[in-house]
């Protein structure tokens, strides 16, 4: 299984990025996905997540109504549009995938995700 990160970089704040993962080697619809950022000294933690069929979506406080999770099931692919960036959106963000353990609601848990990407960088500066 591979989980492909790409799409992150400098961006002044109040400005846009998109992040694309592309997943290979898993059944990508039986699948939850989430993204997920660490900045420098924090823990890891839920960004956005998004059910398999894309009809249920979970934010973060701290990011609802700026971002924006979406998937493309013919394409084995999940975005993360992200409007209206701040200096504290700065991490490391991963997307990953969750295996379907029942229910309709995607998990904001880490331990609930099954395989992760190695990331890309997002910089936002003042």
């Known amino acids: 299984v591979q989980l492909v990160e790409s799409g992150g970089g400098l961006v002044q704040a109040g400005g846009s990025l998109r992040l694309s993962c592309a997943a290979s080697?898993?059944?990508?619809?039986?699948?939850?996905m989430g993204w997920f950022r660490q900045a420098p000294g924090k823990e890891r933690d839920i960004v956005a997540a998004i059910s398999w069929s894309g009809r249920t979506t979970y934010y973060a406080d701290s990011v609802k109504d700026r971002f924006t999770i979406s998937r493309d099931n013919a394409k084995n692919t999940v975005y993360l549009q992200m409007d209206s960036l701040k200096p504290d959106d700065t991490a490391d963000y991963y997307c990953?995938?969750?295996?379907?353990?029942?229910?309709?609601?995607?998990?904001?848990?880490?331990?609930?995700?099954?395989?992760w990407g190695q990331g890309t960088l997002v910089t936002v500066s003042s």
């Open positions: 990953a995938a969750g295996l379907i353990r029942g229910g309709s609601s995607p998990s904001a848990k880490i331990s609930e995700y099954d395989y």
């Open positions: 080697g898993l059944t990508f619809s039986s699948y939850n």
